[in-house]
């Protein structure tokens, strides 16, 4: 038979790993999963872990994967605002379990995930010790700081420059739709078409089904950095 209480130890000695403030807290992970204040999770990509506008069920703490969180229109575009991985946590679900209010947007797994969901009781205990609470509100602010970036980069840069530095960050060839580049920009596909387009006529890519070759990545990075105008065949 399996050494369960090896395996427990294995898992707790990767949660402080990932998370050294959850050491010495009580309870502890093997308390917590008996009582039931606390589950283990293993889910495979694109599940949906949390609704927005729903109650916050639990905190999530990622041992392995990532959790993609994105805000939804109710014409189905969506927008990305941050991925949470081992290590980190979801601004979304502190926010909501710190003031009780339904969540601000939607939580899905990217990859194959395995993560730990502390119940609301439970989360609200540890933020009574002073290290978990000071990691908690660190990340916190942290997570504030990407999300304003974010919002000035949604308000103050262009689309093209979006797309651009969308298109680089995937690599010299880009496995993807127009509609997901379009959902991570958080606009529409017709847009982003348009402007694929036009970045293939200046020679910058080159575009087949499902895939966007880069041609010129220095045109690109010229364009991510808002010098577009500056170029020929800009406009």
Known sequence: ?????QGMRDMEARIEQA???????????????KDGSCALLELPAHVRVFEQQAPCQGFPLVLDGEIR???ASPTGRSLDLYRVVPGEICLVSSACLFQAHPLSACG????????LAAAP???????????FRNWVLGLYAQRMAE????VDALAFQRLDARLAAAVLGHG???????????DELGTVREIVSRLL???ERSGWVRLAREQIEVVDAPALRECAQGALGDRPNGT
């Open 172 to 182: 010299p060839v880009v496995a993807t739709t127009h509609q997901a580049l379009a």
């Open 147 to 150: 999300l304003t970036e974010l």
């Open 69 to 71: 969180v994105f805000r």
């Open 1 to 5: 038979m399996p050494d369960m209480s």
């Open 197 to 199: 387009r036009r970045f």
């Open 108 to 115: 899905e797994t990217a990859l194959p995930t395995r993560l």
């Open 19 to 33: 998370y050294p403030a959850l050491r010495g807290l009580a309870p502890s992970i093997a308390s917590a999963l």
């Open 121 to 131: 009781r439970l989360f609200a205990r540890w933020m009574e010790g002073e290290d």
